[in-house]
């Protein structure tokens, strides 16, 4: 990734990122150490969570702390541990999502219920807990969405519901914490390499071509295009942007659902 940003642009501040050991979040999560930031990642899997922060410890300060963010008790709990160690919370990432490819009729009552929770619940209760560790006035909310929120696609009926919550969520957010000088706003990445969603949704070479030619950048993202915009969002060049969705996606958003 090339450098735009000034060195030291998060230094002194802290993050929490929820589904953070892993794709998009990972990224995010990378950048945010290596521009100064204590980062903080959360995830399900232990040994997953282990090995990522590893990897981020050879950049700068990182932690790990396992818990569900369906579990509004373990994510509490997260948030307090998080606070002691570092301090109060500069940037909150919900990146936590579930995501596999399933007709309505072929996705059961619980499978529906499990992404809604994973992303919308789990949205709710991590920015809940989070809030009275956050700085404020000053600190951030980043809810990472999808282009489901608002383009409705076959084999996705739980995500597309699913992350019109989030969006909501961010909107709502944005209104009520604005007075307290917390921001709250939405990333929308597009199809983005290397990462397990993109690797459910458009799997084998066809499919990727297809997608490639038909995406106005003719390209795929990266996870650095996201992790450049979450630098942005999180730093002072952002301090007037609330409630906005900010999408990052070689134009995919501009072919409705046609692809
Ligand atoms: C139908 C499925 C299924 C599938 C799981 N289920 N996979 N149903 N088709 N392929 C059903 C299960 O049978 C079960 O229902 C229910 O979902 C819960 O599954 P569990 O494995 O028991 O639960 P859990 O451990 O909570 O896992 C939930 C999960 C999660 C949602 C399946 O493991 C997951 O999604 N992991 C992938 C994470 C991921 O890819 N994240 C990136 C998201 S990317 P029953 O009825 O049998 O109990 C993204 C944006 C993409 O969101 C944007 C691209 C443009």
């Known amino acids: 990734m090339s ?148 383009l409705p696609m076959a084999m996705q009926a739980h995500v597309c519901a699913a992350k019109a919550g989030v969006d909501m969520i961010t909107r709502t957010l944005a209104i009520e914490w604005g007075g307290a000088g917390v921001r709250v706003n939405s990333i929308t990445p597009g199809p983005i390499d290397d990462t397990e969603g993109m690797r459910r949704l458009a799997p084998g070479d066809e499919t990727r071509e297809k997608l490639t030619r038909a995406l106005p950048l003719q390209r795929f993202g990266t996870k650095q295009d996201i992790a450049q915009l979450a630098l942005f969002l999180a730093s002072d060049a952002a301090s007037y942007i609330t409630g906005s969705i900010m999408v990052c996606d070689g134009g995919q958003s501009l072919l409705g659902s046609g692809l």
């Not at 990642?41 to 990522?52: D, Q, S």
């Not at 818990?67 to 500069?90: C, H, I, M, P």
């Not at 994973?118 to 969405?145: M, Q, W, Y």
Request: hydrophobic content about 45%; proline content about 3%.
């Open 3 to 150: 450098d735009v940003f000034k060195p030291g642009l998060l230094q002194g501040k802290v993050a929490f990122i929820t589904g953070g050991s892993s794709g998009i979040n990972l990224g995010i999560a990378e950048a945010f150490v290596k521009a100064g930031a204590k980062v903080v990642i959360n995830g399900r899997n232990v040994e997953k969570l282990e090995a990522a922060v590893k990897g981020l410890q050879q950049h700068g300060t990182a932690m790990g702390l396992a818990a569900d963010v369906r579990n509004y008790e373990s994510v509490e709990k997260a948030f307090q541990t998080a606070r002691d160690a570092y301090g109060e919370l500069d940037i909150l990432v919900c990146g936590a999502a579930g995501n596999f490819p399933a007709p309505a009729v072929g996705m059961s009552s619980n499978a529906f219920k499990s992404v809604l929770e994973i992303d919308v619940l789990g949205t709710f209760n991590a920015c809940r807990a989070a809030f009275e560790h956050l700085r404020k006035p000053g600190a951030c909310v980043l809810n990472i969405s999808a282009p489901q929120a608002y």
